[in-house]
């Protein structure tokens, strides 16, 4: 026998305490000695619809063009970033220039220049080798710090970093003498966003390395020459922060990555067992964005729920599949190569593998990037927003058959605040506008302490009638009488908890059109004797 389980929403009207709330206010009133009350009440306890968008998202059901209702979901095997290969992680470049000389001090006078040299700097991004990055955020904070005792003009130039204006980015600043040993300072940042980064060198032939140039004169309009040490300094410290990258070009190298990744499937979360299903598509889909070849082989595929599993019996399974690199258009767009499967009851046991409502897809899987090395002579690319990926859809008709099907809520009650005793009964108006039979309907009440107590049991009803494409509900309504026990037990307060099973008749296939729901209402009919003291 199968089962699934689901939660059904309730909003809760009124607790059963509600018919205490006018002998409660009495208790402010003048009176002499204590009083009875006897309150007959019929109270509204709670009520609820049930229906699919209860069971799974809203945005993953749709309607096709038969009518009927279609379970979609799609989600992700392998994404193959830019950020996996390019990662500028928060990077600090300390350098600290003298003027080449030792002793001193040489009286310089102004005007005159004490440095000018250009370098290069490592600029590690990964262990990639790239040559071209765009940044589409983050920022380059600077500090300029100065030993000289003289008033100093400081240029310094990254003429491979390209601002959107087009200029390159300069920092210039005036310094003023230093006190001592203590130097002047100047600090602040620039934003990269939009900003261009050759990583080439001032040859324009390596990777991995940032140009700089450095001009430091003594200050034109310094009144007196300024006397200078050997090991006076200038340092600049720059720390590049928060950078996303957005494009990068180099040889991104020859990666193996295999893992064991486990795709969460939200939709089925809250079920269990078996479903006869009358079809289903499970389309897979491998596109390679990226300037580079890649080869990637799904070793397995595996649902599981619990203990329970089933593997995928397909050609694609265990098949290496070449990725031919994609081209850049220059445009920011690029014309990529894609692979797809679609597989079907036909062609594989895909049925099987999601009639068990799996928690979740296990994907054994082996990627690898450039098998064959930098073919690109240092030229693969790749833009941030177009990985590439292998991703999967599912399209599952809600057209089954099944033994049973199992709705399951709990109710909170609250313990009573007086001391009080009555009698009466619950009322329970069901109205089951689904398509499946309702075998059994059980409301239990457990107690803080365990105790258990059953109002309903193997209630039945019968399944809804379609009539111009809307659901005729059945609709039935039961009591339970309370006795002093029960009245004792819910004034203790605990949970409710309901049981709804359906099974569809003669194991016949329905056909679920979005239409379909329960209602539930439960009224507290009876009395309510509290005495105030």
Known sequence: MYHIIYTVSLKLFLPITAVLLVLTSLQSCRREGPTSWDVQARVPLAEGRLHWGDLVADTLLQVNQQGILNLVYEASLIDFDLDTLTAIEDTVLLNAYTPGFSGGPIEIPPGTSVLSLSEDMAFGVSTAEIREVHIEAGRLNYRLESYVQGALNLSYELPGVTMPDGSSLVLNATTQPASGDVPWVEQGYRDLNGVQVDLQGSDGGGVNRLASILDVNIAAEAADAVPVFGDDSVRIELSFQGVRIAYGRGYFGQIDDSSVDTLDLSPFTHSEGYLNLDELDFFLEITNRAGADARIELQDIKAVRGNESVQLNHEVIGQAINLTRATDNGDGTVNANGYSWSINQNNSNVTELFSILPE?????????????????????????????????????????????VLLRDTIEIDPLQQEVEGSGKLLFRLKNGFPLEVNAVQLNFMTADGASYAFLNDLSLPAATLAENQWQSVEQVHEQVLSAAHFAALREGGVLELEIQFATADGQQVQMNGNEYIDLEIIGDGIIRAEIE
């Open 360 to 404: 979740a897809l296990i994907v054994d899987r082996a990627f690898e990037l450039n098998p064959l090395g930098d073919v690109s002579g240092g030229n693969d690319f790749l833009y941030a927003d177009q990985p590439a990926e292998a991703a999967y859809s599912l399209l599952m008709p809600l057209a089954f058959s099944s033994e049973g």
